[in-house]
């Protein structure tokens, strides 16, 4: 079976604080490829990144960071010096080779930034 | 190039009554899905086309139904809302579907509440 489990349901953070978006995902497939969304308060879901199960590289984009680790699998997201327009829900998908192309989402983390 | 369109942005509708969810990509995508979104649940797939003329299930295709007679559109039909059919619709893209790594672009969602 295939999963994504966000643990975390909600996080509150002061501005510049530094947070963690935690990210468990479930597959047999050896190749598969992970995504994470931004969906901001109004709504509209925002792409952020992707991997591929083949390259366990770790990307930095400015404050955002991502860390894949087959070995446990996990796919994490980091925000250095968070901001209040990083407040938004968070989700981490799972897209397998052989599906339907359809992503496997996770239940989704509230992260809010107080000012 | 205006991504991915989906109209209405909000519909209420009374149990029992029909209506077409309107979608519309002018990427050239070959995929397109429908999701539903649903509090504490993530996104949940309801049916995808891998391109014109080509349909199938997701993971929660009941009561609605889709065609996809053009590239660009992917319209979804509830047949006879009700109450459960409450959730915000997202319909999305990709250039392609199956075992794809390009990740789908998210329309701004359609808000349905069924009473």
């Known amino acids: 079976a295939q999963k994504v489990t966000q643990a975390q349901t909600e996080i509150s953070v002061v501005e510049k604080e530094d947070v963690t978006l935690d990210c468990v995902y479930e597959?047999?497939?050896?190749?598969?490829?992970l995504f994470w969304y931004k969906q901001p308060p109004s709504g509209e879901l925002v792409f952020l990144i992707r991997r591929n199960s083949f390259d366990e590289q770790n990307e930095i984009s400015g404050r955002y960071s991502w860390n894949f680790q087959k070995s446990t699998s996990s796919f994490n997201f980091t925000i250095t010096a968070s901001q209040v327009v990083d407040s938004a829900v968070y989700f981490c998908a799972l897209r397998t080779s052989g599906n339907t192309g359809k992503l496997i989402f996770g239940q989704g983390t509230t992260l809010q930034v107080k000012p | 190039n205006a991504g991915v369109t989906q109209t209405p942005k909000f519909q209420v509708l009374k149990t029992g009554q029909s209506m077409t969810l309107q979608c519309a990509q002018d990427?050239?995508?070959?995929?397109m899905s429908w999701y539903r979104q649903d509090p504490g649940m993530g996104l949940r797939l309801i049916h995808y086309s891998v391109g014109a003329g080509i349909t199938d299930q997701g993971e929660v295709p009941n009561g609605y139904n889709v065609s996809r007679s053009t590239t660009e559109d992917f319209p979804l039909r509830l047949l006879s809302a009700a109450p459960s059919q409450t959730s915000v619709y997202f319909c999305a893209s990709s250039l392609t579907g199956l075992g794809s790594y390009n990740e789908q672009f998210f329309g701004p969602g359609t808000r349905l509440t069924v009473l």
């Open positions: 597959t047999r497939d050896t190749t598969y490829y």
């Open positions: 990427m050239n995508h070959e995929y």
